[in-house]
């Protein structure tokens, strides 16, 4: 199995890569499935349900988020009726929605997915390794192949969170910052990695935000309002092949694809 995941989907400049993109890279790559971070999809932050049926009709298979996925009041109710919108798992028992799912492909193939917030330098929410490890007794009924995206702000904390799931999780996939790191690699037990799969959309900015607009608040503190970027726009994100079998990782790379104009 080929999975893409593609990483924060920021404004209408990230749906429109997404939808021009998503196609070209699906037939490149051979994806069976695709997997998108849309949390700040809504004008930069946030999701709507019209938007993630957008992004459905672009090819996506399931939404992740994180900690904006709140922003937007309306996507409350959309969370427990659309099991393909996925919110973190660690948020408190009773939240709308669902932290992780079991979703079938064509080929009658399983796959896993679980969303995860961290804790470091974000909100006080359920330990992130716990919830995890919860989950997957459950998945693990089902399917071998299971894919996380960790969404947090510390690399030590993806990277421990590696660590501790290597072997039982095919993959574990970063998202939040914005940017893509380098750091591919396979555990050695069979669980591919890495920090970031970086953001999708206006990478003339300052991780989509217009660059004066954000300087005028580093170097007055004032407020300002954020507006979105809108050149250079493109998809980032992440090709993972993974052992239909025994669920363990056999390839992962870095994808960057930039949006003609």
Known sequence: MKIL?????????????????????????????????????????????????????????????????????????KLDEEKRILRPANYPKGVPGSGWGVYTLKNGLKIGIINLLGRVFMEAVECPFRVAREALEEIKRETPIVIIDIHAEATSEKIALGWYMDGMVSAILGTHTHVQTADEHIYPKGTAYISDVGMTGPHDSVIGRKVEQILARFITQLPTRFEMAEDNIRLNGAMVSIDDKTGGAKAIKRITEKLEK
Request: glycine share 12%; net charge neutral.
């Open 5 to 77: 995941f593609i990483g924060d989907i920021v404004g209408s400049p990230g749906r429109r890569a997404v939808k021009e993109l998503i196609p070209v890279i699906k037939k490149r790559e051979k994806a069976d499935f695709v997997i998108a971070n849309g949390e700040n999809a809504a004008g930069g932050s946030g999701l709507t349900p019209r938007l993630a049926e957008e992004l459905f009709s672009y090819g996506v298979d399931v939404l992740t988020s994180g900690d904006h996925i709140w922003k937007k009041k309306e996507i409350m109710e």
